[in-house]
């Protein structure tokens, strides 16, 4: 649809998946009860700063959640909702160029789990029944997008500053330890930091390193 030229703001539901994708090309399922929906947005920028708009959605969904659950809601890098430690969320972006390397469009994927969650996943899940929230898809849905029309226009006009620091604000681990894991390798330092390009900042060895993509593990049980 996006190709075809649809909108800004042009948003599309599943009522189920059965061939979804998750980051890093991993399955993704969602049955019916959750919510599984995708935005069109043509933010007008550079695709580096448009992939911004992950942290966006994450801060959404999670103000979103936070104000049905009475867990403890925070957000995990680079793009997962967390209610007590358990992954309640997905966000996935999509885009592709125009022919001057510009960005042509981005679609804003995001999962919530709303009644189910996966028994075996990467990372421990639950979902908003689970965490004490019986409410219905239509409803989430409304609040999170109501949450993130709000924090893509602050996006949008004042830039990344104000989206990392509501991010830092409510990030899982932040001043911790944190097990990394890339392609080809595996670490453990001190989570530090978001950057201004929405890397990841961690001690490590006396250096710090930055990290743009992988999958993180926190101590203590936490993931």
């Given amino acids: 649809m996006a190709r075809a030229g649809a909108p800004e703001g042009c948003l599309v539901q599943a009522l189920r998946q059965t061939a979804g994708r998750g980051r890093r090309g991993r399955a993704w399922t969602s049955g019916e009860g959750n919510l599984a929906c995708s935005l069109v947005l043509r933010p007008g920028m550079a695709p580096a700063a448009a992939a911004l708009v992950s942290f966006v959605a994450a801060i959404a969904v999670g103000e979103a959640v936070s104000a049905l659950v009475p867990g ?3 957000l995990k890098w680079p793009n997962d909702v967390l209610v007590d430690g ?11 160029a125009d022919r001057q390397g510009g960005l042509e469009w981005l679609v804003l994927g995001v999962g919530i789990n709303v009644r189910h969650f996966p028994d075996e996943a990467l990372y421990p899940a639950t979902s908003l029944l689970a965490a004490g929230a019986d409410v219905t898809v239509e409803q989430v849905l409304a609040a999170y997008a109501a949450s993130f029309d709000g924090w893509y226009r602050r996006f949008r006009d004042h830039g990344f500053a104000p989206i990392r620091a509501a991010w830092l604000n409510a990030a899982q681990g932040l001043g911790g330890a944190v097990t990394v894991r890339l392609a080809g390798e ?4 001190r989570f530090v930091d978001l950057d201004g390009e929405g890397g990841l900042l961690v001690e490590c060895g006396g250096a710090v390193r930055r990290v743009t993509a992988g999958d993180v593990f926190f101590t203590g049980g936490e993931t």
């Fill in 72 to 74: 403890r809601v925070t």
């Fill in 86 to 96: 358990a992954k309640i969320s997905g966000i996935l972006l999509e885009s592709e």
């Fill in 186 to 189: 595996s670490f453990t330092g």
